[in-house]
Each structure stands twice: as C-alpha cells, then as structure tokens.
C-alpha cells in the first residue's frame, strides 16, 4: 500500500547527492519513462528516456516498467514525477502525492476512466518499490484551468457545474512545452499573438492560445471529444446514445468502449487505427480512404473555427506523433487554408522542417517535436523549490 513520503527533499539536495528524477507519463495504453540527472553544476538533463506499450494490461506495463528501472540499477531518486489526465474539479497545479490527493483521485475516476485507474496503481507501484520518495503529480488539464467562461461553460443546466461538468482540456502538458520552445525559437511577441496548436497523435487536440493564454481547446470534459482520433469518435450527437439503447440496447458501458476503442479511424476503416497504415492503404481501400480524409477534414474544420474564436491566425504548430512525422496528413489539413493565410512550402513539409510555411506567407507554421516528459520535470522542480 502507498504510503506518502515522510521527507522533504530539495534541489539543493538533489544536485549535492547527483540523485535522479524519474518522470512517468502513463497513458491508456502505454507508458512512457524518463530519468534526468543533475549535479551541483547542471540542472537536471534527460540521462534515457523509453516506453512500454503494446502490453495487454496495465498491470503488465507497470510490471515491466518496474523491472526497466531496476535493470538501470538505479536504487533511488531525488523524486518521481507523473502525468496525471484529469486533476478533476480541483487540482490543476502540481502538487506532492500524499494520502488526501489518492483518495481525491479515486473519487474523481469517473471523469477518466480510461486513465485515471493506471495512473493510480503506477503511484501504488512506485510507492511500493521506493518506498519514501516524493511523488508530484502533474495534471494535464492545469494549462486550461482559466479558460474563459464562454469556452469552459458547457450548454447544459447550470446545476451540473457543482459537479464538475466543464471543459477541461487535455494534453495540455504538451502545450506548456510548445508554448515554452515558441516563447524560445519564435519571432519576438509569437508566443502572444493568435496561435493554434495541434497535438496530433493517438489522441488529437487543438489548442487556441492568445496573449499567451489558452482560449479554447477541441476536448471537453473528457479526452473522447473533438477531433477524429484513432480509436476515440471525437465530437458526436449525443442523440446517438438513447437510439443505440433503444435499437441494439447498448448499456452505457458498452457506448463508452465503442465512442473509445472502436471509432475514430479504426471504427471509419474497419481495419487500423493507425494513420501510417492506412496511408498506405488508401490506393486500394477505400474506407482506409475515407478515414483519413475524415480526419483530416476534422482538423481542417477545428482549424477554422478556432482561427474565428481568435480573430485571425498568426501561427499554427503542428505537434504530436502524426503531426511531427506525416507531411501527407499536413499538407492535406492545410490545402484548403490558403484563405486564413496558410501556404505550405513543399520541400519544408516533405522534411519535416521546423517551419513548413512558404517565405512570406501571413501564418507561419512550424512543427514542433512535444516533450512532456520536459514538462513534468518543471512540475517536479517546482514542488521540490516550493517555487509554483
């Protein structure tokens, strides 16, 4: 049983003894690890990051990421930080794990429970093999925690909010990072101007940011909603819920696992959620086709409404393991941009450049490699100097 860790530790500390921080991003389906090490000269860099995935329950994942960290020979850290999905209602910040903070995240599983039951017994797990050590959670909702009322407010009765039914936002761990390399690698006064950034992977989102400050996002009040994803439906008709029950008696249980694993892409082509296979698909299957023009088609359309909720676009930033990786996906979601000012430049986009917009085209449009592990780290740091 996880018991919270009795001693407080410092960077100070940290950098004096060489200790490690071990940084844990679980996601529904797999789990991504990070150690950074810092001494009394440097702050902490990334010593080796890996994932596990593809394992057919989480407590396998876990188990194997146990022994990877074991097989480091590593026998302890300064402190372990972990991406959590949804902080709930109440916690946005970053803030040490203790007894009070488990027993909230138990009561708010609902609000994901896709994520929420691995992150937990991650905690657990850790708790268990080191013992003491301070455990920081970092929320992937807090980059959203003061989006305006108008975008945060969702159109149903008013009494629902007393129970924590909003938009909260995902990914946003992601979002501080691009944010933060903007503000680094952009143009003077980018980072504040009309931005749209699009985490596209797995699970896709898109982000409206002005002044610097989010404005609006795709997912709601949980990560199913939005954009076409791999296997999550995004935005549908909530009608669909009572005629399914009532024409094939789906029990909401079963409608939460098909708008989850079986839609998006996968549910579109009846073959993969992956949008590299069905890239190479699309010439002889047509429904492999259509999924990805659908998905593209999505973006586009988010792309615009969010380009109206701004006033403009200045820049777009196009993130995440599609949007990184498949200039084909790009290209498509912007082709029928060019009245918002978008032009891709070919060749750029071909390479994956870090901008891919063509010289002198109003909006720039960058690709930007996301590093949420990067982001955790800061989480951490910040609760260890009690510096928020």
């Not at 698909?281 to 109206?308: L, Q």
Request: with cysteine; glycine share 10%; charged share 20%.
């Amino acid at each position: 049983m996880y018991m919270p860790g009795c001693e407080d530790r410092t960077i100070e500390r940290m950098e004096r003894d060489g200790e490690s921080i071990l940084v844990l991003n679980a996601g529904s389906s797999s789990i991504k690890f990070a150690v950074f090490s810092g001494n009394a000269q440097e702050p902490p860099r990334r010593a080796l990051s890996d994932a596990v995935s593809g394992v057919e329950t989480p407590q396998a994942a876990i188990a194997q990421v146990l022994d990877a960290i074991a097989a480091l020979g590593l026998q302890r850290f300064a402190a372990v930080g972990h991406r959590i999905v949804h902080g709930g209602p109440k916690h946005f910040q970053p803030q040490r794990i203790d007894a009070a903070l488990l027993d909230d995240l138990r009561q708010i599983v609902d609000f994901a429970p896709e994520h929420l039951p691995q992150a937990i017994a991650l905690i657990q797990a850790i708790g268990n093999r080191f013992g003491d050590t301070v455990q920081v959670a970092c929320f992937d909702t807090g980059f959203f925690r003061d989006l305006p009322a108008v975008s945060r407010r969702l159109p149903l009765p008013r009494k629902l909010e007393s129970i924590g039914v909003r938009r909260y936002g995902f990914h946003g761990l992601s979002y501080e990072y691009l944010m933060r390399e903007l503000e680094r690698i952009g143009r003077p006064g980018e980072a504040h101007a009309r931005v749209i950034l699009a985490h596209l992977g797995n699970g896709a989102s898109l982000a409206a940011v002005l002044g610097g400050k989010p404005i609006d996002t795709t997912m709601g009040m949980t990560p199913a909603g939005g954009l076409v994803m791999s296997t999550r439906s995004g935005d549908i008709d909530p009608g669909i819920v009572q005629f399914l029950e009532r024409r094939q008696r789906l029990s909401p249980e079963q409608f939460h696992r098909m708008v989850n694993h079986e839609s998006g892409l996968l549910g579109v082509s009846q073959s993969s959620g992956d949008i590299r296979k069905l890239l190479e698909s699309t010439a002889n299957d047509a429904r492999a086709a259509e999924a990805v023009e659908m998905f593209c088609y999505s973006a586009r359309k988010w792309i615009g409404a969010f380009a109206a909720a701004l006033g403009g676009l200045d820049t777009l930033v196009f993130a995440g393991g599609i949007g990184e990786h498949q200039p084909i996906v790009r290209r498509r979601i912007c082709q029928e941009l060019g009245f918002l000012g978008i032009a891709l430049e070919a060749k750029r986009n071909e390479q994956n450049g870090p901008i891919i917009s063509s010289e002198g085209s109003p909006v720039t449009v960058r690709v930007i490699p996301t590093d949420e592990e990067s982001s955790i780290l800061r989480g951490v740091l910040s609760v260890l100097s009690g510096k928020p």
